[in-house]
């Protein structure tokens, strides 16, 4: 005899794959919840460990900002203290220097030649005098160009002086100073710098 099968075997399979659906849809979204909190914490991280990078820039870049205001400072003490070394040789270079033009001015003065007035202005010097004839001012400047304590000499005026009874003539000279010894120190220096 046959078996039948009374029971509803269909609304039971209907109610089993209501049932496993459910499941699977409750698996899926626990899935993907998993799956968005790990990147959600993946993200979380990278942003938290960007912005401990970030501060660890800002205070490096605070420190050499730092170092580079005191490099600034030692550059300007540096650059300072250049300046009164450069002052100091200097004054050591010159200091002998009057004593060497006065008697370059003593050498250099033929006869008939006498100076009146002596101005200095910086490296410029003015020469005013009196002289016999104009061929002695020209001896006068010869002198001085032959002198390496002198350069660029040029007559500013020379002129007949009726004050005097020997009509002499009155002159001014302008010439620029140049120290010779100088030129020689920056020479040993370049050549013990090289």
Known sequence: ??????????????????????ILLGISAGLALAVFGLAFYYFDQSVKYQNQRNQYLTAEISKLDAQIAEIKKLEAQKANLIARQEVIEELQASRTQMVHLFDELVKSIPNGVFLEKITQKGSSMSLEGYSQSHSRVSDYMRRLESSAWFTGIDLDYIRADDTLTSHEQKFKLSVRLVN???????????????
């Open 180 to 194: 010779p010894n100088r030129n020689k120190d920056t020479d040993n220096s370049e050549e013990e710098v090289s």
């Open 1 to 22: 005899m046959a078996k039948i099968n009374l029971l509803p075997w269909r609304e039971e399979r209907r109610q089993q794959q209501t049932k496993e659906f459910y």
